[in-house]
């Protein structure tokens, strides 16, 4: 009798966010053994295509974008050694406001139960010990980030298989400084959607982050990662830290834990905890 592998699933909003939020620990679980689903919501089309041309400008083909993330997180999942990529391909909506957050086959005009219901199927099927997904507000306020987090939230009211959820978060202490280094590549947060003096709002205060997962040792891999999306124009910031740099500061990933049914005691240094 072959025992079942424990299982990570991190449901994510857009091709590359599954290295900037998680990538760490899609390396290092599946290093250590874990299968690895990545869930991507989105297809991606209102990235920046080839050129770093922006969605609604001349040139801007949103479905040759989308053909070109596909094939990017394909290569990311590669690097990041994810062991069952699943789409949902629900058109991408684009920054809250945009014109793409009403039409009918975006993720944001999805009914929450109708794609929470093909969630679900996934979950089934590969029966998650631990899924990770964003806090109710997206982290940062993306649309596509806000629904993928009742479109998990909901899946696992459904199906009560995980045992065990977590939202990705940052802690403040963290992020004072974030805002600072990425200003220093010359990261545009006003063109990101993100306002100036966010970063240090964002996330939560130190003493209340549940999980704190070194995944220094995997920098490499989250690096080779978000280096396939070199298109989007935020990557190519983070990308020109090197692979030093980008680990010391996105090497330690961190969330809270929301649903739980081992009992481990917090904070914790393992999304596994209690389960092996
Ligand atoms: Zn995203």
Redesign the pocket.
């Known amino acids: 009798m072959t025992e079942r592998s424990l299982t990570l699933m991190a449901v994510?909003?857009?091709p590359?966010?599954e290295a900037t939020s998680s990538g760490g620990v899609l390396a290092r679980y599946a290093a250590e053994g874990i299968t690895t689903v990545l869930v991507t919501c989105?297809d991606?089309r209102c990235g920046d295509g080839p050129g770093g041309v922006k969605p609604g400008d001349p040139g801007h083909d949103p479905l040759a974008v989308a053909a070109m993330r596909r094939a990017e997180l394909e290569a990311s999942c590669a690097a990041l050694k994810v062991t069952h990529l699943e789409l949902l391909e629900y058109a991408d909506s684009g920054m809250m406001g945009w014109p793409t957050n009403d039409a009918p086959d975006s993720f944001w005009s999805t009914p929450v139960d109708e794609a929470a219901k093909r969630l679900a199927e996934l979950i089934r099927r590969y029966e998650p010990d631990v899924v990770v997904t964003y806090d109710e507000n997206?982290f940062y306020g993306?649309p596509?980030?806000i629904q993928a987090h009742r479109v998990t939230m909901a899946a696992v009211a459904l199906t009560d298989i995980p045992a065990k959820v977590y939202w990705t978060t940052a802690p403040h202490s963290a992020m004072a400084d974030f805002g600072k280094v990425l200003r220093e590549f010359g990261v545009d947060w006003e063109e990101a959607g993100i306002e100036e003096d966010a970063p240090a709002q964002l996330g939560l205060p130190d003493e209340e982050i549940s999980t704190w997962v070194d995944t220094r040792a995997y920098g490499a891999q989250k690096y080779d990662a978000l280096a396939a999306h070199a298109s989007q124009s935020e990557n190519i910031m983070f990308l020109r830290m090197g692979k030093e740099r980008f680990t010391e500061l996105m090497g330690i990933e961190t969330f809270l834990r929301v649903r739980d049914r081992t009992g481990a005691a917090l904070p914790e240094d393992d999304l596994f905890a209690g389960l092996r």
């Open positions: 994510h909003a857009h590359d966010d989105t991606g997206g993306h596509d980030h």
